[in-house]
């Protein structure tokens, strides 16, 4: 099993930075890639941002509206996945989810909230 311990939502303005946090505990073994997902209310969950972590060199992909605003990174130990928010709209108001892939599995985070008020 794996847990994921997400931090770092809150109430900010447009304009402003966030930066999300997620520690992964447990059997860590094996993950291959984590990410941010983000679920606003009445919609589906979606992805906002992924990033590998099998080996030395990253790949990241993003959602085509956070490209040149939103960052993720990872430790060195490869336990913790940041997202670093920034110019954010009212529209990445949402429920933000981490995820962690291992084999066929997903894990998944309780969520943590993000209200962006205009």
């Known amino acids: 099993q794996v847990q994921l311990v997400e931090s770092g939502g809150d109430l900010v303005q447009a304009g402003e930075s966030l930066r999300l946090s997620c520690a992964a505990s447990?059997?860590?073994?094996?993950?291959?890639?984590m990410g941010w997902y983000r679920q606003a209310a009445g919609k589906q969950r979606e992805l906002v941002a992924a990033?590998?972590?099998?080996?030395?060199?990253?790949?990241?992909n993003y959602a085509n509206s956070v490209k040149g605003r939103f960052t993720i990174s990872r430790d060195n130990a490869k336990t913790t996945v940041y997202l670093q928010m920034n110019s954010l709209k009212p529209e990445d108001t949402a429920v933000y989810y981490c995820?962690?892939?291992?084999?066929?599995?997903?894990?998944w985070g309780q969520g943590t909230q993000v209200t962006v008020s205009s």
């Open positions: 990033i590998t972590t099998g080996g030395s060199t990253n790949y990241a």
């Open positions: 447990g059997s860590i073994f094996a993950i291959s890639a």
């Open positions: 995820n962690a892939k291992k084999g066929p599995l997903n894990y």
